[in-house]
């Protein structure tokens, strides 16, 4: 119940065009589903995150789409760039009471690789 | 902008030996966590510290593992009797108040031999 899982693995997508990751997970008090990216010998760095109470968020390039009932969140990358080719990770947690903490549950990853 | 800091960047040690992992989170941030990654798997969990006690362990951080902040700024995770599986990328990161995202660090890659 705590897995979230990703998918694809690995992912290449020509310049200019759009990639799409997606995710499912199985516990429904998940109310927090961020999107990290991760560069080779980097930390992951937090790209978008969203919560349950909209089904949509866009920054910029990046957005994420989040389907309650169906229990699956996607990223999507519009005119994706070679500059984007990196590991992506969805993730999920339960918010806790004030004062805790809020333990991610990653994805996998995502290898995308942008042709130029 | 303000980061996380973790030193070293690269530690080599033999298998048995104590490791202490080092970590500066961002200043006015109070929640401070351990997560590892095994070389190209998914990133775990294993720590949570507010409040200067453990908020949460996963099932990875036995009583060889514990964390410290021994002063105000640095974070610490200790490995008292490393075993070769013990070998990953960890990861130290820091949040603000509640609700708000994690930052995390470049990480210090543990080689086990």
């Known amino acids: 119940q705590q897995q979230v899982k990703q998918s694809p693995q690995s992912l290449i997508v020509q310049k200019g065009g759009i990639s799409i990751i997606n995710c499912a997970y199985e516990?429904?008090?998940?109310?927090?589903f961020p999107w990290y990216q991760q560069f080779p010998g980097k930390g992951p760095a937090l790209l978008i995150a969203?919560?349950?109470?909209?089904s949509e968020k866009k920054e910029g390039r990046f957005t994420i789409s989040f389907n309650k009932s169906a229990k699956q969140f996607s990223l999507h990358i519009m005119d994706s760039q070679p500059g984007d080719s990196a590991t992506y990770f969805c993730a999920a947690s339960r918010t806790r009471t004030q004062g805790g903490s809020e333990k991610l549950v990653f994805g996998k990853g995502t290898k995308l690789t942008v042709n130029p | 902008e303000p980061e996380v800091t973790q030193t070293p960047s690269h530690q080599v040690t033999q298998m048995g030996q104590e490791v202490i992992l080092r970590c500066v989170p961002i200043s006015n941030h109070l929640y401070f966590y351990w997560y590892r990654q095994i070389l190209g798997q998914k990133v775990e969990f294993l720590v949570s510290?507010?409040?200067?006690?453990?908020?949460?362990k996963s099932e990875i951080f036995d009583d060889q593992f514990s964390v410290e902040r021994p002063d105000g700024s640095n974070f610490t995770l200790k490995i008292r009797s490393t075993k070769l599986e013990d070998s990953a990328m960890y990861f130290c990161?820091?949040?603000?108040?509640?609700?708000?995202?994690?930052?995390f660090g470049n990480g210090t890659r543990l080689t086990v031999t």
């Open positions: 510290f507010y409040n200067n006690e453990i908020s949460e």
């Open positions: 990161a820091s949040s603000a108040p509640w609700r708000s995202p994690l930052h």
């Open positions: 969203i919560r349950p109470d909209v």
């Open positions: 516990n429904t008090a998940f109310d927090y």
